[in-house]
């Protein structure tokens, strides 16, 4: 193999695969990077995979000597990041073992594997369904942060993704909060609803690729094993998460008593300062809801007590509510409406937080209350 790339292109392409390659593994080829100038189309192909998650990806290049190899993903990532900005590579193996990484005065020998022993990725399978970039990466967004930490919990370890004829929805929870977000979008080719669970780390992966380069639209395929997403020259390939999601609209608070709106802005900012003397462990705050006032409290045996005031348009009884400032936090960074509301009944039934305004979609955070 002997081919001549753009740093720059290369290094682009390499930065959305690495991430996915395994650090340290019992299968040294899954550190690797499979390079493959066996195309006819003035490209090569490039893949990395830890085979629950594949990325394969294209890039422009200029082939000498067909071939394929199968190179350490991070040495070459950062071998190619300190070249020059502006500079070409070469790259031309010497056996299917060793491999010369070529640009002006640097040279680099580098030792590989054959690319046979590197793992296949499958081709897209299904009827694919076209969703457009910019609502999948919002929807990600809005819900990615609170998918559950925990391993054992196998079947919240993911996002629901729900499509209907007419709308898209995904859904994540931890038992503690839950994040819910739906946007309208006609599926006429879909012929009978879809449910499907993503594994955190294919969604965390789709996210970066989403955010790097503004994809108008994602194909999205699934067959009995796999999960497909394809962004123009990219193909995410994930294996799907089995197992049986909570029902999220047994979750979801009804007719909740109490109303209040708040500037965005000025609650998340309120709840950042009360929260720098928060219990590291608990990071327990705590509502103290009054007529005109809104008591934001933390108590920390080792640090001390913070508190601050906040007016509210309240005429209730008196309630006092305990919430994980982490959750309250993670929605406020995410919600884009100037406003929020946080409807609630007392201390013992879960808080709604919701965008306040006209949107184009639906966003509901649920957060259930800590013992105060």
């Known amino acids: 193999m002997k081919i001549k790339v753009s740093r720059s292109e290369l290094l682009h392409e390499l930065s959305q695969i690495t991430p996915v390659v395994e650090k340290s593994t019992k299968l040294p080829i899954l550190s690797h990077i499979l390079i493959d100038a066996n195309r006819d189309d003035e490209t090569i192909s490039l893949a990395g995979s830890d085979l629950d998650v594949s990325i394969k990806t294209s890039c422009p290049a ?3 000597e067909k071939g394929a190899i199968a190179i350490p993903a991070r040495e070459l990532t950062d071998l190619v990041r300190y070249l ?3 500079s070409d590579i070469e790259i031309c193996t010497e056996d299917s073992e060793r491999v010369f990484i070529i640009s002006g005065k640097s040279k680099s020998r580098m030792v590989c594997l054959p690319d046979e022993t590197f793992p296949e990725i499958p081709a897209i399978g299904g009827e694919d369904i076209t969703i457009p970039g910019d609502i999948l990466r919002k929807m990600i967004q809005m819900t990615i942060f609170s998918v559950t930490q925990e391993q054992s919990r196998f079947t919240l370890n993911g996002i629901l993704l729900i499509l209907n004829r007419n709308f898209i929805k995904m859904v994540s929870t931890d038992g503690h909060r839950m994040a819910y977000v739906e946007a309208t979008k006609e599926f006429e080719n879909l012929e ?3 449910k499907i669970l993503i594994p955190k780390k294919t969604v965390a992966e789709l996210y970066k690729i989403l955010q790097a380069d503004q994809y108008l639209f994602v194909q999205f395929a699934n067959d009995e094993n796999h999960l ?8 995410l390939v994930s294996r799907l998460l089995a197992g049986q999601f909570p029902n999220y609209e047994l979750v979801i608070p009804r007719n909740l008593k109490n109303k209040l709106i708040f500037t965005t802005q000025k609650l998340k900012q309120s709840v ?3 929260n720098v003397l928060a219990d590291e462990i608990s990071k327990r705050i705590m509502f103290k809801i009054t007529s005109g006032q809104m008591l934001l409290r933390t108590e920390n045996i080792k640090k001390g007590e913070a508190e601050m005031e906040i007016e509210i348009d309240y005429s209730g009884a008196d309630v006092s509510l305990g919430f994980n400032s982490q959750y309250l936090l993670e929605f406020l960074n995410v919600v884009e409406s100037e406003e929020v509301i946080f409807e609630f009944s007392d201390n013992e039934a879960p808080g709604l937080f919701r965008p306040h305004g006209e949107l184009d979609y639906v966003y509901k ?6 013992s105060i």
């Open 62 to 64: 200029n082939i000498e």
């Open 84 to 86: 020059p900005e502006d």
């Open 192 to 194: 009978k609803d879809l």
């Open 228 to 235: 497909f997403f394809k962004m123009e020259n990219r193909l």
């Open 272 to 274: 950042n300062r009360v």
């Open 365 to 370: 955070y649920v957060i259930m209350p800590m």
